[in-house]
């Protein structure tokens, strides 16, 4: 069965600090992936769509970037954090065409003090 | 992509049946309509799918009218442990959550 795993699960970062999120998914292959984040009381913003290695949609202009260096890892970063980069993170799975929904992981809560 | 519109509450009892609508005039040819379920701190499940009429499964029922500018999700017989938020969502690929429904079960 296919299982999406995202880590660390908490993780506090001071301004300014560099930032690395890791998703990996199992069980699949040529996955559609992708980043969330979730600001506290409110929906789940898209902010990077990958269809393949090397192959990265950015939806909202921020201070992050993604990368998919294999076929079924998807990698969140930022050189220097932002007290606004706070959120509930989250990445997500698919396969391409009616797939029946998305299978989201556990999330990262980072906290940018 | 397609907006929805969804009440932002709802309070239902334990045991009754709760349908949440959601408005998606804009909903294109190949959309397809998904309801998502959040519990806090976690990510959201998927609840249900369809395109057209009606589907079923172990959990609930979705409603969907020909023109399927809208969309119901029923709920039957809800327990505690349905309060959640509820989101709906249209389109295809790269879809986009709005603020969902946060539905309160009253014991």
């Known amino acids: 069965s296919q299982t999406i795993h995202q880590w660390p699960a908490t993780l506090v970062q001071p301004v300014g600090s560099p930032l690395s999120l890791e998703c990996t998914v199992e069980?699949?292959?040529?996955?559609?992936l992708y980043w969330y984040r979730q600001a506290a009381g409110r929906g789940l913003q898209l902010l990077f769509y990958?269809?393949?290695?090397?192959?990265i949609s950015s939806e909202v202009p921020q201070n992050l970037s993604a990368s998919r260096p294999q076929d079924r890892q998807f990698i969140l970063s930022s050189k220097k954090l932002l007290l606004s980069d706070s959120g509930f993170y989250l990445c997500?799975?698919?396969?391409?065409?009616?797939?029946?929904?998305?299978?989201f992981g556990s999330g990262t809560r980072l906290t940018v003090v | 992509l397609a907006k929805t519109t969804q009440p932002i509450s709802m309070d239902s009892y334990e045991g009754q049946e709760v349908n949440i609508t959601c408005s998606h005039n804009?909903?294109?040819?190949?959309?397809?309509i998904t309801w998502y379920q959040q519990f806090p701190s976690q990510g959201p499940r998927f609840i249900i799918q369809g395109y057209k009429t009606k589907v079923t499964n172990e959990v609930a029922s979705l409603f969907i009218p020909a023109d399927r500018k809208s969309s119901t999700l029923s709920l039957p017989r809800v327990s505690l442990s349905d309060t959640a938020v509820y989101y709906c969502l249209v389109g295809y690929e790269k879809l986009t959550f709005g603020t969902g429904t946060r539905l309160t079960i009253i014991p």
């Open positions: 997500a799975w698919s396969v391409g065409g009616f797939d029946y929904g998305y299978t």
């Open positions: 990958s269809v393949g290695i090397g192959q």
């Open positions: 804009n909903i294109a040819t190949n959309d397809y």
């Open positions: 069980g699949t292959s040529n996955p559609n």
